[in-house]
């Protein structure tokens, strides 16, 4: 079992920034993500880093966005830079028990409860 906590969302204008983290209970092999999900929309995954510090981001945020964790805190981050209205949504962290990482929401087995990102233009 994991426990996910997300923090650090927030209202931003457009060009600003945001830093999200995830607390984790447990961290050590597992695919660790950020998924988020705007109303009337699926969730969607936006970033993952596997076991071996691999990273993979969806193309509406690669340059943009950055994935990284500190294993010392079991804390996974997402910097968010240059924020569009667009990426308005709830923001959520997610783990899998697996070595190779996928944005496919059906991947994860553990997921936070979420942190709200509101872009204004």
């Known amino acids: 079992q994991v426990q996910l906590v997300e923090s650090g969302g927030g209202s931003v204008q457009a060009g600003g920034s945001l830093r999200l983290s995830c607390a984790a209970s447990?961290?050590?092999?597992?695919?660790m993500g950020w998924f988020r999900q705007a109303p009337g929309k699926e969730r969607e995954g936006v970033a993952t880093?596997?076991?071996?510090?691999?990273?993979n981001y969806a193309e509406s945020v690669k340059g943009r966005f950055t994935i990284s964790q500190d294993n010392a805190r079991n804390t996974l981050y997402l910097q968010m830079n240059s924020l569009e209205p667009e990426d308005t949504a709830m923001y959520y962290c997610?783990?899998?028990?697996?070595?190779?990482?996928?944005?496919?929401?059906?991947?994860?087995?553990?997921w936070g409860q979420g942190t709200q990102v509101t872009v204004s233009s």
């Open positions: 880093i596997g076991i071996y510090g691999d990273k």
């Open positions: 997610a783990a899998a028990p697996t070595v190779s990482c996928s944005l496919l929401r059906f991947a994860y087995t553990y």
């Open positions: 447990r961290y050590r092999n597992y695919c």
